[in-house]
């Protein structure tokens, strides 16, 4: 298993400024990823966390807007840049183990409100 | 298309009662289905897996059935708790190279006394 700790738990943040979501895994992975989940909706895949290079992004979703950062296989940082009101919504970070990588194991959420 | 749909969307009932979730899938190659129990403000939990050639699992008082002839999986929850509502979450695994996860929109449960 994974205890993935996540923070900030929530933020009320003003439109045009950045926030930086942070996760730190209890033990070494080699998969971290991204999910956007907005009201009502099922999780959606920003982007897999690659150490050691750069992450890959899913359709719709652009570095720019979403840098990653992946410094070692125990840490994840994603930051939301030039928010909108439009990009209120939770962020979860996740890993996953066992057998063929199919047990996911989710960060607490962040609850992210633009302003 | 690789879809998960669930229902119903949302679900009240009283404290003590039985209730079952369902889960539709047209995930292709299927690897597994997990059920995740996602409280407000945390993440999702996992409560069961089933894989191809599994058809009931429990877990304590949830107990998830998997028909992959119909790809149809169902969550019942028996005896109902306060502590039971969340959104429960269906999660199909497809059996390619990155193993990509399939996410249901979920049902949002609410237990009351």
């Known amino acids: 298993s994974a205890v993935i700790s996540q923070k900030p738990s929530r933020d009320i943040c003003q439109r045009g400024t950045s926030l930086t979501i942070q996760c730190q895994v209890d033990?070494?992975?080699?998969?971290m990823f991204w999910y956007r989940q907005q009201p009502g909706q099922s999780l959606t895949l920003i982007a897999t966390?690659?150490?050691?290079?750069?992450?890959?992004?899913e359709s719709g979703f652009v570095i720019d807007k979403f840098p990653i950062s992946r410094p070692n296989l125990t840490f994840s940082t994603l930051t939301v840049s030039n928010m909108s009101p439009e990009d209120s919504s939770i962020y979860l970070c996740?890993?996953?183990?066992?057998?063929?990588?199919?047990?996911?194991?989710f960060g607490q959420g962040t609850r992210l409100t633009v302003v | 298309k690789n879809q998960v749909e669930q229902s119903p969307q949302s679900l009240i009932i009283l404290e003590g009662k039985n209730c079952t979730l369902q889960?539709?899938?047209?995930?292709?190659?299927?690897?597994?289905l997990r059920w995740y129990k996602q409280d407000t403000g945390r993440g999702p939990v996992s409560l069961t897996i089933m894989t191809f050639s599994e058809n009931t699992k429990s877990n304590g008082r949830y107990t998830a059935t998997l028909d992959a002839d119909t790809k149809q999986s169902s969550l019942h929850i028996t005896a109902s708790q306060l502590s039971d509502s969340a959104s429960y979450i269906c999660?199909?695994?497809?059996?390619?190279?990155?193993?990509?996860?399939?996410f249901g929109k979920g049902t949002r449960l609410s237990v009351i006394a």
């Open positions: 996740s890993t996953r183990t066992g057998t063929m990588n199919t047990e996911a194991f």
């Open positions: 999660v199909v695994t497809r059996n390619s190279g990155n193993t990509p996860l399939v």
């Open positions: 033990s070494q992975v080699t998969m």
């Open positions: 966390a690659n150490q050691g290079s750069e992450a890959t992004y």
């Open positions: 889960c539709n899938y047209t995930v292709s190659p299927f690897s597994n």
